[in-house]
């Protein structure tokens, strides 16, 4: 059964970087299309970011484009998501999570989840 482990989170400035790290467990990641979701309080989770199981097709939240990087490494079974120029607004728990077909925003279609990972974006 395939298990996901959330890090890289923290305090940061605005206009600073983090990168996450989903690493997974218990299966072979390439088999899966990985999801970064976020959820702020009192806000629903919300797609951010997606990855193809080979890698070669990516999908972002509008508001992250040209920001954030979604990678993954198969070898080392671990996505990683670059998080550049961050805002204030960004400030939520980042959460992976796996389903087996294409891409997809809706955080209902999958079905595997790690445990979150916090990112505090404030001055």
């Known amino acids: 059964q395939l298990q996901l482990v959330e890090s890289g989170g923290g305090l940061v400035q605005p206009g600073g970087s983090l990168r996450l790290s989903c690493a997974a467990s218990?299966?072979?990641?390439?088999?899966?299309?990985i999801g970064w979701f976020r959820q702020a309080p009192g806000k629903e989770r919300e797609g951010v970011s997606c990855?193809?199981?080979?890698?070669?097709?990516?999908d972002y939240l509008y508001s992250v484009k040209g920001r954030f990087t979604i990678s993954r490494d198969n070898a080392k079974n671990t996505v990683y998501l670059q998080m550049n120029s961050l805002k204030p607004e960004d400030t939520a728990v980042y959460y992976c999570?796996?389903?087996?077909?294409?891409?997809?925003?809706?955080?209902?279609?999958?079905?595997?989840w790690g445990q979150g990972t916090q990112v505090t974006v404030s001055s």
């Open positions: 999570a796996a389903r087996g077909w294409f891409c997809s925003d809706s955080a209902r279609r999958y079905s595997i």
């Open positions: 990855i193809s199981n080979s890698g070669g097709n990516t």
């Open positions: 218990g299966s072979n990641l390439d088999s899966y299309v």
